[in-house]
């Protein structure tokens, strides 16, 4: 099976641009790929950072939809419980400002990697959606925590609860992402906005970064008892026949069979 890969390239002095390709499974986020951001984050210095995709998709989300039958619980959790926060964490962690520049559609696990990034810029014409209530998913609370401090306890809720797509203009007005890019120009638009970053005093940007983070993360701890409940939930959703059932229906395009275990 082939794997996607994550391509780098410097657009103007002092950025770097991250694309996804993965065009066989709109931008999906394979063991590969998420490997790739948890090794070459650490290793950048730019004084921004561009994550984007190629063609009509930012990314789809897990790439979970062709593991067998027999390995599937098994081999989603591993996917998603260890490369994917590794990735994401390595996108969080990066000193300096990063953008997301969503060229198209941005679904499930990719929609939290764009919001690991600082800033968010869309084209106009994209769809963006958390389906994890459609695939029976319980998502990760580290995960809802940064939908939460994006767009509040009442706009997360009805992401994830109704697990409706939503056009671009909508997201900008929820504050999901910070602007929308002029027809065609999304990737000049990136570029203009990481150089404008990149221009900033370096102190200033990792110093103002690391000041937001400590003052979002300043009231995150939850008892040890409740954690470990909700990482159990999570666990065990990857064993459930409605997980499995969801991820067939929704590659299928067809409504989903619930057997409520």
Same mark, same amino acid.
Do not use: Q
């Given at each position: 099976m082939s794997s996607g890969s994550l391509l780098l390239d410097e657009p103007a002095p002092g950025v770097a641009r991250l694309t996804i390709s993965n065009p066989g499974k709109r931008g999906a986020l394979d063991h590969a790929i998420l490997d790739q951001f948890a090794t070459t984050m650490p290793r950048l210095d730019a004084r921004c950072v561009i994550v984007t995709g190629e063609g009509a998709t930012f990314s789809a989300g897990y790439d979970i939809g062709d593991l067998p039958d027999e390995v599937f619980a098994d081999e989603a959790e591993k996917l998603i419980?260890?490369?994917? =926060?590794?990735?994401? &964490?390595?996108?969080? %962690?990066?000193?300096?400002?990063?953008? /997301?520049?969503l060229n198209g559609h941005t679904i499930?696990?990719?929609?939290?990697? =764009?919001?690991?990034? &600082?800033?968010?810029? %869309?084209?106009?014409?994209?769809?963006? /959606?958390?389906?994890?209530?459609?695939?029976?998913?319980v998502?990760?609370?580290?995960?809802?925590?940064?939908?939460i401090d994006t767009i509040g306890a009442p706009r997360t809720r009805e992401l994830f609860l109704l697990g409706r797509r939503i056009?671009?203009?909508?997201?900008?007005?929820?504050g999901l992402v910070n602007a929308l890019a002029e027809p065609g120009r999304l990737s000049e638009e990136a570029v203009e906005m990481a150089v404008e970053i990149a221009a900033n005093a370096p102190l200033a940007s990792r110093g103002n970064k690391?000041?937001?983070?400590a003052v979002l993360n300043a009231h995150v701890a939850l008892d040890p008892e409740v954690e470990r409940e909700l990482i159990e939930l999570r666990r065990a959703c990857f064993s459930s026949e409605d997980f499995r059932e969801g991820v067939r229906a929704f590659a299928e395009k067809r409504p989903a069979e619930w057997r409520g275990r």
């Open positions: 419980a260890h490369p994917f =926060a590794a990735a994401i &964490d390595a996108v969080g %962690a990066y000193p300096y400002p990063t953008v /997301a520049a499930g696990g990719g929609l939290e990697l =764009a919001l690991s990034c &600082d800033l968010r810029l %869309a084209a106009g014409t994209i769809a963006l /959606a958390m389906p994890p209530a459609k695939l029976g998913l998502y990760s609370h580290t995960g809802v925590r940064k939908f056009d671009a203009r909508t997201a900008r007005s929820w690391r000041v937001i983070t």
